[in-house]
């Protein structure tokens, strides 16, 4: 895996092209923002003092963006695409603030924790259905870095192969093929991983590829190399039944026979 000091390196040579073509072309219509009253020069001018005063340390540990796609682990037709902006804590852990797009009006739905193979093994089995697997999403091109040259975004995501995530939903914004939710509304869904050929809505995967100029097909074939890399993770058929036609994935790619990662979670409301 990359080492943290190799990645801030890398980050700091490539800050200039990420910003360029990593961001602004992915964000709610007008007609999708949030409701209220548009901020007064007040609001502007006191963010504006604070900014320029007060410390940030949390979110200036910031420095991956990826973007890729869950669906809701209890109902896997709800599929969205999240933007994720990870702070790599350490080599095992990082933690990401997920949004609905990239530009400034992007909502923030969700959060979303990435743990090594080697914490994954410390978690009690009542824990592991809340941690996704993470090979499909590296090794079939879906998970991409946008505006990093395509060597430093291979060099990043090899070391997440054999990773787990923690995800988690607040807001039904960047659902594919629905309007969202205007605000935050409900439980919170627990969110899953896509590991076989069509499982994800036809249409959502090119969307993203056009309109960041991605092409997950090309991705693919590169990172196709990487398949010995990989070992069977759990959760990999967690949700298979609810895609009976999805057949295929990349090798690499399989399930470790450990149903402690299969059942579904459920948050009940006490009154």
């Known amino acids: 895996m990359i080492t943290s000091m190799r990645w801030r ?15 602004g072309n992915t964000g709610p219509a007008e007609d999708q923002t949030v409701p209220g009253a548009e901020r007064t020069p007040k609001t502007a001018a006191l963010e504006t003092g604070a900014n320029m005063m007060q410390a940030k340390a949390p979110v200036e540990q910031i420095a991956m963006y990826l973007v890729g796609f869950h669906p809701a682990k209890a109902d896997p037709q709800m599929q969205m695409e999240s933007h994720h902006y990870c702070d790599q804590v350490n080599e095992d852990f990082a933690q990401c603030v997920l949004y609905d797009g990239n530009t400034e009006s992007a909502r923030l739905h969700g959060v979303e924790y990435i743990i090594s193979e080697k914490l994954y093994a410390t978690l009690p089995a009542e824990e592991k259905p809340f941690w996704h697997p993470h090979n499909y999403e590296i090794l079939s091109g879906t998970l991409r870095m946008p505006g990093l040259p395509d060597a430093a975004e291979e060099e990043a995501l090899k070391g997440k192969i054999n990773s787990y995530g923690k995800t988690w939903h607040f807001w039904k914004a960047g659902v594919f093929g629905e309007q969202p939710d205007a605000l935050p509304l409900g439980p919170a869904h627990l969110a899953w991983s896509f590991n076989r050929d069509g499982e994800a809505k036809p249409g959502m995967i ?66």
């Open 9 to 23: 390196l890398l980050t700091t040579a490539v800050a200039v092209a990420a910003t360029a073509c990593g961001g």
């Open 206 to 271: 090119e969307a993203r590829d056009n309109r960041m100029n991605l092409n997950t097909a090309d991705a693919r074939q590169r990172r196709a190399e990487w398949a010995p890399l990989a070992r069977p993770q759990a959760g990999v058929d967690a949700i298979a039944g609810s895609f009976p036609s999805a057949k295929g994935a990349p090798a690499g790619v399989a399930d470790n026979g450990d149903t402690a990662a299969r059942g579904v979670p459920v948050m009940l409301m006490k009154r």
